[in-house]
């Protein structure tokens, strides 16, 4: 992980009760980018730390505007006209990442992961699996199991926040299906 001055750092959190740590660095200790790195939390607090698993590095870099080309229906064709279409409407495109970062021990693997969006706060969720006595040793299949848990966790996590956004909205109770 190499980092600079200004780059966000974000950690997830071993277990879905806790919080997902988010900051900034404020200074760039190694050489070339390297750790440690000095980093201004978002809780207030100031710390020197050497990234370990279920850290993510966020550049936040510029990004081409949009909104100065015109949108075109899936359906459009090249002979379309476009000359009555409405250019001052932005385009809405956001880039969302999941990180996902797995921990085995023995028999039990656990899977955390953590949705990186725009917004300050981030959803993270954790998901386990644990191989039975009479089974292969086959962590693959330990690390399918445990992050497909965590992201149904992180899911339902989501739509949770969308019903509540849309009641937050309407000012009525929203029921939001999983499909």
Avoid: C
């Amino acid at each position: 992980m190499k980092a600079h001055q200004g780059d966000h750092i974000i950690l997830a959190a071993k277990h879905t009760d806790q919080p997902t740590r988010d900051g900034e660095v404020l200074e760039v200790r190694g050489a070339n980018g390297e750790p440690p790195y000095l980093v201004r939390w978002s809780d207030g607090h100031t710390g020197l730390m050497y990234p370990g698993p279920g850290s993510v590095l966020r550049v936040e870099a510029e990004h081409v505007h949009l909104a100065s080309v015109p949108a075109q229906s899936p359906l459009a064709s090249a002979d379309t006209d476009l000359a009555g279409a409405d250019e001052r409407t932005p385009s809405h495109v956001r880039e969302w990442q999941v990180r996902v970062s797995i921990f085995e021990s023995g028999d039990q693997t656990s899977a955390n992961v953590v949705l990186l969006t725009e917004a300050p706060t981030h959803l993270s969720a954790r998901g386990e699996s644990r191989r039975g006595t009479q089974d292969p040793a086959v962590p693959e299949i330990g690390d399918e199991v445990a992050v497909a848990r965590a992201l149904r966790h992180l899911a339902d996590q989501l739509l949770d926040t969308a019903a509540q956004d849309v009641a937050a909205v309407t000012g009525k109770r929203a029921n939001l299906r999983p499909s």
